[in-house]
């Protein structure tokens, strides 16, 4: 069975990139009948993406208790698209995090809410999710962290499965094999390794209890195709959720080697009685040109254990540059 399955740490190793600020463009009145806002629009997702690229590079906890705002802040965005006319459909999303700093101690919990309707007004989304993330510094090298997040997908269930329609019983399938609901949390200690200011490696390990619910145990039954025909046959499920205790090890490796070129390895392993091992690991060469130039090469590796085809490997190029 399908997984989504949480990976994370209480922070990334991640190397300081000075890249140059893009510029949103200011768009003249008729640019909406014409097509240019969309397409400007597209063009600020795209600069948006290159820059968040860099800034997973840019981390203020690598080398000690990152000096942040002190005491108690936060932040929510909503929004709202609503479409009629030749096409009918919604989307709402409410995010929102409150932060509370007070000097070694930091933690911050944030919140998704996303619903949403296609073009023939039937739901596509209706997520929620919540997630915490505390860490308590007991000086430059070592600390102590706790992790969590809680998922709800509710349209992970067999509410759309119809004997008299067979035709329905792929999306019904697919429905039943996500998960419905996913949780985790985690506590462990960190340490920094190695902390200079050409190097900084730090490892993390924690120890955590998983509980998960597939849309088929949600449901009370599964949708199989046993043969691969395309012939989908009911099967009853009488596990209502999976749970157990879960494990999590993580590495954040920086290294510069001059003004111009830095590397940075992260590894996560996530483990757990009831679910599939999961490993991931991205690694990325940094290039600063000049001040108006620069690159980021990066190779991610994803494994996970029930898949058919257990590795994705991603190659991924950025570049940025001012003028």
Known sequence: MKKITLLTGSAALMAALSAPAFAQTEIAAGADATGI?????????????????????????????????????????????????????????????????????????????????????????????????????????FYAFV??????????????????????????????????????????????????????????????????????QKAGFDLVDEDGDGVYVREEVTESSDSGLGYIVSSRLYHRFNDMVFITNDTDFLSSEDSPDVITNQFGVNFQMSEQLATRVSYTTEYEEDRDIRTDNTLGVSVVYGF
């Open 147 to 216: 992790l969590g997040r809680f998922s709800i997908d509710g349209l992970a269930n067999g509410d759309e499965y119809d004997p008299a329609n067979p035709a329905n019983d792929a999306d019904v399938a697919e429905d039943l094999d996500q998960l419905a609901r996913d949780g985790f949390i985690g506590v462990g200690p960190g340490y920094r390794v190695i902390n200079t200011d050409q190097t900084a490696w730090r490892v993390q390990a924690g120890i955590g209890y998983r509980y998960t619910q597939s849309g088929a």
């Open 37 to 141: 806002s969309s397409i400007n629009d597209r063009i600020i997702d795209v600069e948006d993406a290159v820059q968040d690229d860099f800034d997973r590079d840019n981390d203020d906890a690598r080398f000690s208790n990152p000096d942040r705002r002190e005491g108690l802040f936060g932040s929510v965005a909503l929004t709202y698209a609503g479409d009629s006319g030749n096409t009918e459909g919604q989307d709402f999303s409410l995010a929102g995090r409150v932060s509370n700093n007070a000097g070694p101690w930091q933690q911050s919990i944030g919140m998704l809410l996303e619903f949403g309707e296609d073009d023939e007004g039937e739901k596509d989304r209706e997520d929620v999710s919540v997630i915490y993330d505390g860490a308590y510094y007991f000086n430059d090298r």
